[in-house]
């Protein structure tokens, strides 16, 4: 079965301080992989998805992720935090499944930012 | 151009009680959905709709429904409230619908059921 894990329910990082999100997938296929943030009281926001090609991925704000195959993972990264950066994070892997686009959600690391 | 609205923000129902909440798009999207996110789970789809008049049942459907008569609308239903659904609602839509298409999210509704 596809499945999401964050292994880190609660990050606290200092402001300036690098960081990475971790994100663990289990899907069968070629998977399509997403980063997507959610500010207190908002929607989600799209920073970053991989298709294919480059396993190496830029996204707003300054993040990145990397997809490695080999160890099912797609961790976000950004060399150096700012306090607006404090948020929930979400990992999903796009799977179409049954005839439909469903998307599968870790459970999300939510970030504090230290002055 | 205001992507994908919800209302309300806030809703507080009684069990047993109906209410629809409401999900609008204005990006001529065929693929609208509706999640659910609780904490410690992430989001789960309820319902999903790949075009006008066509819907169809996600991970966690039961005590919703849905209806799709227009490309922009997307109402969800709860006909008898219970405190377990109890949550914040998004709605989100995508041009296709297949895994590589961005989907867009709603600023969410968050319902409390006493």
């Known amino acids: 079965a596809q499945s999401v894990t964050q292994p880190d329910i609660h990050i606290t990082v200092s402001e300036g301080a690098s960081l990475e999100l971790r994100c663990n997938y289990s899907?069968?296929?070629?998977?399509?992989l997403f980063w997507y943030v959610q500010s207190p009281g908002q929607g989600l926001q799209l920073l970053l998805k991989?298709?294919?090609?480059?396993?190496l991925v830029q996204g707003i704000k300054g993040f990145e992720a990397e997809f490695k195959r080999s160890q099912s993972s797609f961790n976000l990264r950004k060399p150096s935090v700012h306090w607006s950066d404090a948020a929930e994070y979400f990992c999903a892997v796009g799977v179409f499944s049954g005839g439909y686009n469903k998307l599968i959600f870790g459970a999300g690391t939510r970030l504090a930012v230290h002055p | 151009n205001a992507g994908v609205t919800q209302t309300p923000k806030f809703q507080v129902l009684k069990t047993g009680q109906s209410m629809t909440l409401q999900c609008a798009q204005d990006?001529?999207?065929?693929?609208m959905s509706w999640y659910r996110q609780d904490p410690g789970m992430g989001l789960r789809l309820i319902h999903y709709s790949v075009g006008a008049g066509i819907t169809d049942q996600g991970e966690v459907p039961n005590g919703y429904n849905v209806s799709r008569s227009t490309t922009e609308d997307f109402p969800l239903r709860l006909l008898s409230a219970a405190p377990s659904q109890t949550s914040v609602y998004f709605c989100?839509?995508?041009?296709?619908?297949?895994?590589?298409?961005?989907?867009?999210f709603g600023p969410g509704t968050r319902l409390t059921v006493l």
């Open positions: 990006m001529n999207h065929e693929y």
């Open positions: 989100a839509s995508s041009y296709e619908g297949g895994p590589p298409d961005t989907q867009y």
């Open positions: 899907y069968g296929a070629t998977p399509y």
């Open positions: 991989y298709f294919s090609g480059d396993t």
